[in-house]
């Protein structure tokens, strides 16, 4: 499978030459061809056009400012409105490689400055929000959707508490103290690396972007007793009385820990579990009924545009959405 970058990259330059106007008939058919390749590449190329309409809406506004509103100044090196929004900037932007569908990710992924936490903290996240933290000693942590955590970091000790939810650690080196995780049932040590905690009731799930870390139970008397070291590339998922661990590829870490840059990346994954995952980040909920419950999607999805994801659905694949209160149900 291509990396998603190289993906939306094709993608974007076929939907330049479609806006251009370049596509003969033997055009139009090598397209359909590429997107019938795979579905990453129809996911990349429904997303990037549904942006492109977007943007003509946006030119529109531009061209015409409400009155009342007060002008925008020249912004120096970025450029005025004008300069954003006035004649080829689409082409030039599409080509260029940038993902106009990712703008509300971008949005999402602007976080303020890390700024210092109080010792000892209480952190949480609400749905679609992140938070990031720069604790005493220099470590940082991101937090996710829905997350709740504590944290006690002085002199003795640095140890976080993860009650719900997933954060990202990037552990500042400290030999004098090793820096622990309490996630349900589990323990997680280490010195200085860069991994990943989620805990989902029971379960605990441990991905190691970088350094080793070791995992074990709380309950010295637990079914699971020995402590084992996860390193690069691994995952340690932990239930009640289990414990594996699984080499992934560096495609799969990234997908994993793509939710830092707001979105949620996936291959080949079943249409319950890929809306099971952006259930976690809006209030919107989608409801799977069997018929395509089982249906299999690649690609990368903005984690708070469940609207546009469900377009993508109903445009791209003939799903059936109907929309009552807060739920969208999709079927055949």
């Given at each position: 499978?291509?990396?998603p970058?190289?993906?939306e990259q094709?993608?974007?330059?076929?939907?330049?030459?479609?806006?251009?106007?370049?596509?003969?008939?033997?055009?139009?058919?090598?397209?359909?061809?590429w997107?019938?390749?795979?579905?990453?590449?129809?996911?990349?190329?429904?997303?990037?056009?549904?942006?492109?309409?977007?943007?003509?809406?946006?030119?529109g506004?531009?061209?015409?400012?409400?009155?009342?509103?007060?002008?925008v100044?020249?912004?120096?090196?970025?450029g005025?409105?004008?300069?954003?929004?006035?004649?080829?900037?689409?082409?030039?932007?599409?080509g260029?490689?940038?993902?106009?569908?990712?703008?509300?990710?971008l949005?999402?992924?602007?976080?303020?400055?890390?700024?210092?936490?109080?010792?000892?903290?209480?952190?949480?996240?609400?749905?679609?929000?992140r938070?990031?933290?720069?604790l005493?000693?220099?470590?940082?942590?991101?937090?996710?959707?829905?997350?709740?955590?504590?944290?006690?970091?002085?002199?003795?000790?640095?140890?976080?508490?993860l009650?719900d939810?997933?954060?990202?650690?990037?552990?500042?080196?400290?030999?004098?103290?090793?820096?622990?995780?309490?996630?349900?049932?589990?323990?997680?040590?280490?010195?200085?690396?860069?991994?990943?905690?989620?805990?989902?009731?029971?379960?605990?799930?441990?991905?190691?972007?970088?350094?080793?870390?070791?995992?074990?139970?709380?309950?010295?008397?637990?079914?699971?007793?020995?402590?084992?070291?996860?390193?690069?590339?691994e995952s340690?998922?932990?239930?009640?009385?289990?414990?594996l661990?699984?080499?992934?590829?560096?495609?799969?870490?990234?997908?994993?820990?793509?939710?830092?840059?707001?979105?949620?990346?996936?291959?080949?994954?079943?249409?319950?579990?890929?809306?099971?995952?952006?259930?976690?980040?809006?209030?919107?909920?989608?409801?799977?009924?069997?018929?395509?419950a089982?249906?299999?999607?690649s690609?990368?999805?903005?984690?708070?545009?469940?609207?546009?994801?469900?377009?993508?659905?109903?445009?791209?694949?003939?799903?059936?959405?109907?929309?009552?209160g807060?739920?969208?149900?999709?079927?055949?």
């Amino acid at each position: 499978m291509k990396h998603p970058d190289e993906i939306e990259q094709a993608a974007a330059q076929w939907l330049a030459r479609d806006d251009a106007g370049e596509l003969d008939e033997q055009g139009q058919a090598a397209l359909e061809r590429w997107l019938q390749q795979d579905t990453a590449h129809r996911v990349a190329w429904l997303r990037l056009r549904a942006a492109w309409r977007q943007a003509d809406g946006m030119r529109g506004l531009a061209a015409a400012p409400s009155a009342g509103l007060p002008r925008v100044a020249d912004s120096g090196a970025y450029g005025s409105p004008r300069g954003l929004l006035g004649s080829g900037w689409r082409r030039q932007a599409v080509g260029g490689g940038v993902a106009l569908a990712l703008c509300a990710t971008l949005v999402w992924s602007l976080l303020p400055s890390p700024a210092p936490a109080p010792t000892p903290g209480q952190f949480a996240t609400a749905v679609g929000v992140r938070q990031a933290i720069t604790l005493a000693d220099g470590s940082r942590i991101t937090l996710n959707t829905r997350t709740r955590a504590r944290a006690q970091v002085d002199e003795r000790q640095r140890t976080v508490w993860l009650e719900d939810g997933e954060a990202f650690f990037d552990v500042a080196k400290d030999r004098s103290r090793p820096f622990v995780v309490h996630a349900g049932a589990q323990r997680i040590t280490v010195m200085g690396t860069k991994f990943s905690v989620r805990l989902t009731g029971s379960q605990t799930q441990v991905t190691v972007l970088e350094g080793r870390v070791r995992v074990e139970p709380e309950d010295s008397s637990a079914a699971q007793t020995q402590a084992v070291v996860v390193s690069t590339r691994e995952s340690a998922v932990t239930g009640a009385d289990s414990l594996l661990v699984v080499q992934r590829t560096p495609q799969q870490v990234s997908d994993a820990l793509a939710w830092r840059a707001g979105r949620l990346a996936f291959d080949q994954r079943t249409l319950a579990d890929i809306a099971a995952e952006l259930n976690r980040y809006n209030a919107t909920q989608l409801v799977v009924h069997e018929d395509v419950a089982e249906m299999r999607l690649s690609g990368s999805f903005d984690a708070v545009n469940v609207d546009g994801f469900v377009r993508l659905l109903s445009e791209g694949y003939g799903i059936v959405v109907r929309r009552e209160g807060p739920d969208v149900h999709l079927s055949r």
